[in-house]
C-alpha cells in the first residue's frame, strides 16, 4: 500500500479511507505495538505546548503569520519527545503508598463512593499519585486483577504511564481530572439500576476509560490545534482530534506495558475497540447526539441493560457524566474545578492573542468571567444531561444529590454575575470607564 508523507515530519497517512487508522507516529520509534486492527500513537507524541515556555521565549508581536506558529509548535513537540526519551525526572518517580496507606488516604479510600470525596485532598495524600493508588484500589475492589489475572507489575507500569503522559502544567486537563473522573464513575456503576447488569469486564472497561480520556491533554482545545494546522488535527481530518488521540495513546501505553499480552488476541481487539468507543463519545461536539439518543430510549422505555450494546451505551452515558460532573460537586469542590478550566481556557486565548490568532469562544478573560461561563455550560451542556440520567436511574439518591447541587451552584453563579455586574454599572451622572468583565 502506497503511502503520502504528512506535511509534518514523523508522520505518515495512508491513501485508503477506510483505514482504521491514517497514521502511525514515529518518535525516535515508529514500531506497531502488536499486529491488532487499531493502531497505537508512540507515547508524548502529543507537541509539548507549554505557555510558560512561550511566556519567555515569545515577545509581542514576534509570531504574525500561522508559520511561525506552525515553527513554534513543532520545537515544542521535539522538545516533548526529548524529554521523554530522556525518561522522567527524579521528582516525579512513582511513588506507591506503604504504611502511609494505612494512614489518612486509606481512610479517604474507605469513602471512595461517596460523593463528597475530596480529590484534592486525595491527591495531596498520596504524594500526587491519586490516579494511580485510586485505580490500583478500585480493581482490587472490584475483583478485576484477579478476574482477569493482570500482572501487578504490568499494572503499575501502565497506570505510571497513564498518570506521567498527563500534564501537570495544566490547570484543569491534568492526572487529578482523570482521577476525579474515575472516582466519579465508580459511583455510576454503583447505581442500583446499573450495578446488577455490568459484568467484570464492564467495569474493567468503564474504569480504563474514564482514567485514560484525556490523557496527553495539551492545555488546547480542538479548535485551535485545526486553525494552526497541527498535525494531529491532519490525522484526524479536524474530527474528535483530541478524543482519538487520547484513545490512540492508550492503546500504545496498553501494548507498551504488556498489561493484557497474556488475553487471547479477539479479546485484546475487542478491549482497544470498546475503550476507542467510550473515550471518544466525551468529545463534547457530539453531546446532542448522545442526548438524543438517551431521550429516545428512555421515552420508548426500551433499554435492556441485558443486551451488551444497550450496556455499552449507558456507559458512554456514564463516562460523559463524569466527564462535566464538576457543577454537581458541592461548591467547594465545584468551584475550585470551574476555576482551573475557565483559567486553561484563558492561557489559551492569551496564547492566540500573541499569535495575532482569532480569539476562540470562551477563551478571552475580558470578555467571559467564570460566572458567566459556568452558567452556560451548566445550562447547555449539564442540566440536560443530568436530567436524563436522573430520569434512567428512576431518580437515584445519588442523582437527586447531584440534581440539588448543580442548582444550589447555578444560583450561587448567577449572584457572583450580578455582583460583578454591579461593580461594573457606572454610578449615575458618570461615564463607565472600559469596558468590564461583566455581560449584560
Not at 472497561?205 to 485545526?226: C, E, K, R, T, W
Request: proline share 4%; glycine share 6%.
Amino acid at each position: 500500500m502506497s503511502c503520502l508523507m504528512v506535511e509534518r515530519c514523523g508522520a505518515i497517512s495512508f491513501e485508503s479511507p477506510d483505514q482504521n487508522a491514517l497514521c502511525i507516529h514515529m518518535l525516535g520509534d515508529g514500531s506497531l505495538r502488536g499486529q491488532t486492527a487499531v493502531l497505537s500513537e508512540r507515547r508524548g507524541s502529543y507537541p509539548f505546548i507549554d505557555l510558560r515556555l512561550l511566556n519567555t521565549a515569545v515577545h509581542p508581536g514576534e509570531i504574525g503569520t500561522k508559520k511561525k506558529v506552525k515553527r513554534l509548535l513543532s520545537f515544542q513537540r521535539y522538545f516533548h519527545a526529548s524529554r521523554l526519551l530522556r525518561g522522567p525526572s527524579p521528582h516525579s518517580s512513582l511513588h506507591l503508598l506503604d504504611e502511609d496507606y494505612l494512614g489518612q488516604a486509606a481512610h479517604m479510600l474507605s469513602k471512595v463512593g461517596t460523593w463528597s470525596f475530596d480529590i484534592f485532598l486525595f491527591d495531596r495524600l498520596t504524594n500526587g499519585n491519586s490516579l494511580v493508588t485510586l485505580l490500583c484500589h478500585l480493581f482490587n475492589v472490584y475483583g478485576l486483577i484477579h478476574h482477569f489475572q493482570l500482572d501487578m507489575v504490568k499494572l503499575h507500569r501502565f497506570l505510571g504511564m497513564v498518570q506521567e503522559d498527563y500534564h501537570s502544567q495544566n490547570p484543569y486537563h491534568n492526572a487529578v481530572h482523570a482521577a476525579d473522573v474515575t472516582q466519579a464513575m465508580h459511583c455510576y456503576l454503583k447505581e442500583p439500576k446499573l450495578a446488577g447488569y455490568l459484568t467484570p469486564m464492564d467495569i474493567f472497561l468503564g474504569l480504563m476509560a474514564a482514567a485514560a480520556h484525556d490523557v496527553d491533554h495539551p492545555g488546547v482545545n480542538q479548535p485551535f490545534l485545526i486553525k494552526t494546522k497541527h498535525h494531529l488535527a491532519s490525522l484526524y481530518q479536524n474530527t474528535s482530534v483530541l478524543e482519538s488521540h487520547h484513545w490512540r495513546s492508550t492503546v500504545g501505553m496498553l501494548r507498551e506495558s504488556g498489561l493484557l499480552s497474556h488475553l487471547p488476541t479477539d479479546m485484546t481487539q475487542d478491549i482497544e475497540q470498546q475503550l476507542g468507543s467510550l473515550i471518544l463519545a466525551t468529545d463534547i461536539s457530539r453531546q446532542n447526539e448522545f442526548l438524543g439518543r438517551l431521550k429516545s430510549h428512555l421515552d420508548s422505555d426500551d433499554i435492556s441493560l441485558e443486551d451488551p450494546e444497550h450496556r455499552h451505551f449507558m456507559l458512554q452515558i456514564a463516562l460523559k457524566c463524569a466527564d462535566i460532573c464538576n457543577p454537581c460537586r458541592d461548591w467547594d469542590l465545584s468551584r475550585q474545578w470551574s476555576e482551573r478550566v475557565c483559567e486553561e481556557f484563558y492561557r489559551q486565548g492569551d496564547l492566540e492573542r500573541r499569535c495575532d490568532l482569532e480569539i476562540s469562544p470562551l477563551c478571552d478573560q475580558q470578555a467571559n468571567t467564570v460566572p458567566v461561563i459556568q452558567i452556560g455550560f451548566i445550562a447547555f451542556l449539564v442540566e440536560p444531561l443530568f436530567q436524563e440520567w436522573t430520569r434512567f436511574t428512576d431518580g437515584s439518591l445519588l442523582a437527586e444529590c447531584m440534581l440539588g447541587h448543580l442548582r444550589k451552584n447555578k444560583e450561587r453563579w448567577r449572584q457572583l454575575k450580578c455582583r460583578e455586574q454591579d461593580t461594573d454599572t457606572p454610578a449615575p451622572g458618570t461615564e463607565q470607564q472600559g469596558t468590564g468583565t461583566g455581560v449584560p
